[in-house]
Nanobody, 126 residues
Framework: VQLQASGGGLVQAGGSLRLSCAAS????????MSWFRQAPGKEREFVVG????????DYADSVKGRFTISRDNAKNTVYLQMNSLKPEDAAVYYC????????????????????WGQGTLVTVSS
């Protein structure tokens, strides 16, 4: 599967962006889909994810109430709506798709078992 992340850019603090992760080569509607981010000099960290079943979503504490994940199975695409952006949200954002994980588990750990997109850069000015 190929995952194409897009939608990043430069935004002022308090602004919003919507990231997209479009999948091709495989139907990911039954995959666990997650967003991670990596700031310069830091490890890749979990941001938000949705389980294979779609019945569970988990958010990092730092983004709760501001970020929302959604999926459009007809478009084979997952979205990340980011509101009230802060300078500390600046990072390269990556989406991942993971097939072989229990249906109601969110993939919260960067894993070689997942497929990864190339990342999209989010810059937040203060």
């Amino acid at each position: 599967v190929q995952l194409q992340a897009s939608g990043g850019g430069l935004v002022q603090a308090g602004g919003s962006l919507r990231l997209s992760c479009a999948a091709s080569g495989r139907d990911v509607s039954s995959d666990a889909m997650s967003w991670f981010r990596q700031a310069p000099g830091k490890e890749r960290e979990f941001v938000v994810g949705i389980s294979r079943s779609g019945g569970r979503t988990d958010y990092a504490d730092s983004v709760k109430g501001r970020f929302t994940i959604s999926r459009d199975n007809a478009k084979n695409t997952v979205y990340l709506q980011m509101n009230s952006l802060k300078p500390e949200d600046a990072a390269v954002y990556y989406c991942s798709a993971r097939q072989y994980i229990p249906a109601d588990i969110v993939d919260v750990t960067p894993s070689r078992s997942a497929d990864w997109g190339q990342g999209t850069l989010v810059t937040v000015s203060s």
